[in-house]
């Protein structure tokens, strides 16, 4: 009995060895394979249609990240926006990315990579697009009243400039909207948009001026509802609409369905307004406000 107990202890005692050994080597085996990833090194950037190293990129654009140990990469960063990547793209030496068309909100000129062996920075500026002004949403807006804005690009702007040489006061903007506050003496003509990376002007007009046939004052209709033009040298104090520039028209009317004419809608230009090139080429603009009820 008393060699037998021995035995089974003999036995449990190489069976504990080998597991512990076992143990040791998945243990050995484990740090190897986390060894094996490497910590990540960005040696050059260049663009993919040929080995020409750049030092900075624009938004939008494909480009090559070169180095070693990057085939483990999980996150790639220009500035604080992560881009997105396709993994089969990804080999030890290289990655193929696009830089993503999405503005920082904090800007270090830095691509940073994160793979499972670690994380690698390069310097290397993205490129801010100066802004592109496009439109004006409302044209006629008085002095010291708001003026919008509609484009893209309008990052870290310096300011707004309108006709007249006039600066306006920057009241929010976003990278797509400005709203300003329209100075005194501004000036029919195009707004200019200054930011860090550039200069542009609206395609739109503010206060166009250009071909205007009917105006309520020195352009008034020649028959219609003519009695429906206000002055606001003579409206009530509380009248529902503040005039924009000199007299306008103003309606308030119920109609039924079947009504086809109604003499007072009618705003008739009779004329001999001449414009240049094709008639295709030119919009029908109003200004228009419309009330709640």
């Given at each position: 009995m008393k060699k037998y107990i021995t035995t089974i202890s003999e036995k449990l005692s190489w069976l504990m060895m080998a597991l512990v050994?076992?143990?040791?080597?998945?243990?050995?085996?484990?740090?190897?394979?986390?060894?094996?990833?490497?910590?990540?090194?960005?040696?050059?950037?260049?663009?993919?249609?040929?080995?020409?190293?750049?030092?900075?990129?624009?938004?939008?654009?494909?480009?090559?990240?070169?180095?070693?140990?990057?085939?483990?990469?999980?996150?790639?960063?220009?500035?604080?926006?992560e881009a997105f990547f396709m993994p089969t793209l990804l080999t030890d030496k290289n990655i193929i990315?696009?830089?993503?068309?999405?503005?920082?909100?904090?800007?270090?000129?830095?691509?940073?990579?994160?793979?499972?062996?670690?994380?690698?920075?390069?310097?290397?500026?993205?490129?801010?697009?100066?802004?592109?002004?496009?439109?004006?949403?409302?044209?006629?807006?008085?002095?010291?009243?708001?003026?919008?804005?509609?484009?893209?690009?309008?990052?870290?702007?310096?300011?707004?400039?309108?006709?007249?040489?006039?600066?306006?006061?920057?009241?929010?903007?976003?990278?797509?909207?400005?709203?300003?506050?329209?100075?005194?003496?501004a000036q029919p003509g195009k707004v200019k948009v200054y930011a860090v990376a550039g200069m542009d002007s609206t395609d739109s007009w503010f206060r166009d001026n250009r071909n205007v046939f009917v105006n309520f004052d020195d352009k008034p209709i020649c028959w219609g509802g003519d009695a429906y033009v206000r002055d606001p040298e003579t409206l009530p104090s509380d009248f529902p609409v503040k005039p924009i520039s000199g007299k306008f028209y103003y309606l308030k009317q119920d109609y039924g369905d079947n009504q086809w004419w109604v003499q007072e809608t009618v705003i008739a230009y009779c004329g001999d307004l001449q414009v240049e090139g094709n008639p295709a080429d030119y919009d029908l603009r109003f200004e228009m406000w419309v009330g709640d009820t």
């Open positions: 050994i076992a143990a040791a080597g998945y243990f050995v085996t484990s740090c190897e394979q986390e060894e094996d990833y490497g910590v990540p090194v960005i040696t050059k950037v260049r663009i993919v249609a040929k080995d020409s190293a750049i030092t900075e990129g624009q938004m939008g654009q494909m480009i090559v990240i070169q180095g070693k140990n990057l085939s483990s990469t999980m996150h790639i960063y220009f500035n604080n926006v990315v696009t830089i993503p068309g999405v503005f920082p909100t904090e800007i270090n000129n830095k691509i940073t990579v994160v793979t499972k062996g670690g994380q690698a920075t390069y310097d290397f500026p993205v490129l801010i697009p100066p802004p592109d002004a496009d439109t004006i949403p409302l044209e006629y807006v008085p002095d010291g009243e708001i003026l919008q804005i509609k484009g893209k690009y309008f990052v870290n702007l310096i300011k707004v400039v309108f006709p007249g040489e006039v600066e306006g006061t920057i009241v929010s903007y976003t990278d797509k909207l400005i709203n300003v506050k329209v100075p005194e003496g």
